[in-house]
């Protein structure tokens, strides 16, 4: 089989309406910021042929700044695989937890044969193989720390946290604790912090709050990770 993958800047839609790529079958994933907390938001989407449908999301989604497709030349990729692609790229994003969902709904996956099927999962294993390279590995666990992993660990106000710097900002360790409340917490925390709460990574142990799991914080200018955790 043979995959083919492209990064769509939203800027330049117009130049990619001009490639093959726009009038093939393939699956898409929508990646942008998301406006109220500090997590990434991403889409998850599939189409045959898959330009149209970005030119739709151009006009009718506005959260999204690049676009990254996946396709492939001749009959390679068909309905029910980009279909499959879309399902189980879903389900391990909300799974992994390390970005807000666009999608309104979960997609079902297609009726497929084992055959079928078999293909299709090497079709997600090449996704997934190259995702991490474009910066948007969001279905993924988090990469456990090796033994020469520096662990930070901060006291403060009555809850302790650590953690260890990432490829793309700050770990904090699952069992870490976070505050409940602060005289000086801007906005984008405090709606973090209730999306991880009903996301269940933040759990309410009544005098604070306890990481269900690792987690990934992105580096947000002056904004620390010991902001976001404590």
């Not at 942008?32 to 030119?55: H, S, W």
């Not at 505050?179 to 269940?200: E, I, M, N, P, Y």
Request: hydrophobic residues 40%.
């Amino acid at each position: 089989r043979t995959l083919s993958g492209i990064v769509v800047p939203r800027i330049l839609f117009p130049k990619f309406k001009k490639r093959e790529e726009f009038d093939r079958t393939g699956v898409y994933v929508l990646v942008g910021a998301n406006e109220e907390t500090a997590d990434t938001r991403i889409y998850v989407g599939e189409a045959d042929p898959v330009g149209p449908r970005l030119e739709t999301h151009v006009k009718n989604k506005g959260f999204w700044t690049h676009a990254i497709a996946f396709t492939s030349q001749g009959d390679g990729l068909h309905k029910a695989h980009v279909e499959y692609l879309e399902s189980r790229l879903h389900k391990l994003a909300a799974q992994a937890k390390r970005c807000v969902l666009d999608n309104g709904n979960a997609p079902a996956l297609p009726t497929l044969n084992e055959m079928q099927q078999a293909e299709a999962e090497g079709y997600l294993d090449d996704v997934l193989l190259c995702l991490p390279i474009l910066n948007a590995d969001y279905f993924t666990t988090l990469p456990k720390r090796t033994s020469s992993t520096v662990v930070y660990s901060i006291k403060a106000r009555g809850v302790e946290a650590c953690g260890y710097e990432s490829a793309n900002g700050f770990i904090v360790q699952q069992r870490s604790q976070a505050a409940k409340t602060s005289a000086q917490v801007r906005d984008l925390v405090l709606k973090t912090r209730d999306h991880l709460v009903k996301q269940g990574v933040l759990a309410d142990k009544g005098a604070h709050y306890e990481l269900t799991q690792d987690y990934e914080f992105k580096m947000l200018g002056h904004l620390t990770p010991t902001a976001m955790a404590v």
